[in-house]
């Protein structure tokens, strides 16, 4: 039976088995700091006790990985002695409750991830869901999140250059704001978070210390009830002016020699840091509270150690460095202040006033925190797709696709972020993945792009989970670019409960099937569970961040078609499958049937066909298809270059041949009189491929199915999302 306590361990989110455990490892009652740090590192966000489990089981090694989970970041080779270190996280719940903040610390949170590394940021991206468009919250959360990302992203100097957005009812009560970033850093000044070195001093750098986000990381780590508003204060406040004098005080820092360990001040703030730290390193660790800068009077122990404050760092220095630390951080205008060292003794021991106010132990706190095998069920297969009746014309029904809240252009989102800032994006926003060149290497670029389909996963994990690293790896592909590794991003309900407990462990499945067939290991992440409210959860988004490297960006594709009277052709096999499509979804309003399945072997080798065409010079345009198939993805070419086509579908099913979502496809262009000859390699490959027509004029023809303008379409695709903004949808 649990003992009574003067500090309720269930109003800090401990369950009473977990405080009957900390009541073992302390052997004695915590006092209400102890007990604070408990709740936050044994919280679902700092210590996956309901995943980890399952993370084990997913590939994170390969030749050209450097570092995977575990640190930071993760962080891989791509030539030259330099290396891409990258992550995702999630800001889900603070975004719901404050948007703008909420998104704005979550760009600048991996932000410094990435450059606590070594790195210099050069890239974000962002993964974002939300309500149904018509939901009385969501215009505000969509205008209040987008821009936060701006606002942050912009003003600290880093290229937003690539994203998603879907709406969905799901997200009603719930949405996902998931931020990625990827920085460039030599291979020989990465840096870790291993403490080390007994009397070394450590440091705090950056902002002040206040009383915002206390308790965050609690917060996200339990589902919504109809009092979520009330948690405002948990969210955290950002300035991106100081991250941008952080980000290069500590580049600054890092030229010299003195840095022995470093890591950023995220969920749970210095208590994380701190215990993460020296876990890692197999240290102690003392902390004066008297030390640390405050930017607010009368603070407790308990508010600095479970702040979130934003924009600050904590460092292990070589002893006798300190004042030419000091030099650099005095410099950008930022605090420093020692505020404890390192000792032998394995314990967090806190000092304030003079007092000791806190002696815990700290593996079992940053090592030994619960890890649970939850009950789950597997998702039940979905019903075959009963018989589909195609009550539109197909240009009706295109039309009525391309301008839907899930396919209409993101054009109003992505022109507020800055994608041009340091002028090393080499495709912007807009393609099937962006490409940022590598400064210094003028022929080398980087290729990043974020994906999930989040009805294919609630449908089937396993094949969700494939799909969404397949997505991504097309996307790299598909602009001519070597898939090197992901990040994730699992978004799902409440663990607690075995149906989504059962879509967690089918999406880990799927999604590690597909990394080790395509060779592109998971090398970094983040898991965001309770993201439900009042009981109903969304729907799972294990999001998916690949990133890969393009040796010549000279041989750079896109998808816009170049010039009229080229040849159309397809790549993959269509056979028309309407389970769970966009076309079901948005013209017969329904969302049934399977997901279309995915063979990991024909992707590898469809893409690796497709990439060695690109590098050949053999196609002028390509373009992976994926939402709304076939039909879709020529609209979006011709709507790109501003040129029409005219197409044949093949016989049979031609709804099904327009708007399947059949897996492992590309559309290419290429001179009309190299199209044989392109066919004939395609055939020698093994590669089903079919002429499908030629771009040329204003229009989009189907034969035998009709014409409609490419204005008309423009105007659909263009015109959905700011007239929604404007009030007008």
Known sequence: ???????????????????????????????????????????????????KKWLKTLPTKAAWVIQGPGENAGVIDIGDGLAAIFKMESHNHPSFIEPYQGAA????????????????????????????????????????????????????????????????????????VNAMTVGLAKQDKIFYSAAAGLGNPVVYVGSKTGRDGIHGATMASAEFSDDSEEKRPTVQVGDPFTEKLLIEACLELMETDVIVAIQDMGAAGLTSSSFEMASKGGMGIEIDL???????????????????????????????????????????????????????????????????????????????????DRPWVPTPP??????????????????????????????????????????????????????????????????????????????????????????????????????????????????????????????VQGIGEACIALDYPVVSGNVSLYNETNGKGILPTPAIGGV????????????????????????????????????????LGREEGPPPPVDLAIERRNGDFLRGLILEGAVTAAHDLSDGGLLVGVAEMALAGDIGADISLTEGDAFGAAFGEDQARYLVTCPASQADALLGKAEKAGIPATRLGMTGGQDLTVADQGTISLAELRQAHEGWLPGYMAGKA
């Open 548 to 587: 890969g490297v393009l040796d010549d960006v000279a041989k750079m594709m896109t998808l816009a078609f170049k010039r009229p009277g080229e040849a159309i052709l397809v790549l993959g096999e269509t056979k028309g499958h309407l389970g769970q499509s966009i076309y079901l979804r948005e013209v």
């Open 1 to 51: 039976m649990t003992k009574q306590t003067k500090y309720p361990a269930d109003l800090m989110g401990l369950k009473p088995d977990e405080y009957d455990r900390v009541l073992e490892i302390m052997g004695r009652e915590p006092n209400r700091v102890e007990l604070g740090i408990f709740s936050v590192m044994w919280s679902e966000h700092c210590s996956y006790k309901s995943s």
């Open 290 to 372: 008297d030390k640390v800068p405050a930017r607010e009077t009368g603070m407790t122990p308990f508010e600095f150690m479970l702040s979130e404050s934003q924009e600050r760092m904590l460092i292990i220095l070589k002893p006798g460095s300190e004042p030419k630390a000091e030099a650099i951080f005095k410099k950008w205008e930022l605090d420093f202040a020692v505020i404890g060292h390192l000792t032998d003794t394995g314990r967090m021991v806190l000092r304030f006033n003079g007092e000791q106010v806190g002696d815990l132990p700290i593996d079992p706190l940053a090592q030994a925190s619960p890890e649970y």
């Open 105 to 176: 610390t979550g760009v600048g949170g991996i932000l410094r991830d990435v450059f606590t590394m070594g790195a210099r940021p050069i890239a974000n991206l962002n993964a974002l869901r939300f309500g149904a468009p018509e939901h009385p919250k969501t215009r505000h959360l969509v205008s209040g999140v987008v821009h936060g990302i701006g606002g942050y992203g912009n003003c600290v100097g880093v290229p937003t250059v690539a994203g998603e957005v879907n709406f969905h009812p799901s997200y009603n009560g719930n949405i996902l």
């Open 382 to 507: 979905p019903a075959p797709l009963n018989p589909v009746n195609h009550p539109l014309p197909m240009p009706k029904a295109l039309l009525k696709i391309i301008g839907s809240p899930d396919m209409a252009s993101r054009r109003w989102i992505w022109e507020q972020y800055d994608h041009l800032v340091r002028g090393d994006t080499a495709q912007i926003p807009g393609g099937d993945a962006a490409v940022v060149r590598v400064q210094d290497h003028p022929s080398k670029a980087l290729a990043m792009s974020v994906d999930c389909t989040p009805r294919y996963c609630f449908a089937d994990p396993v094949q969700g989970g494939r799909q969404a690293v397949a997505e991504t790896w097309r996307n790299i592909t598909a602009v001519g670019a070597r898939p090197l590794a992901i990040t994730d991003n699992m978004n799902f309900g409440n663990p607690e409960r075995p149906d989504i407990m059962g879509q967690f462990v089918g999406a």
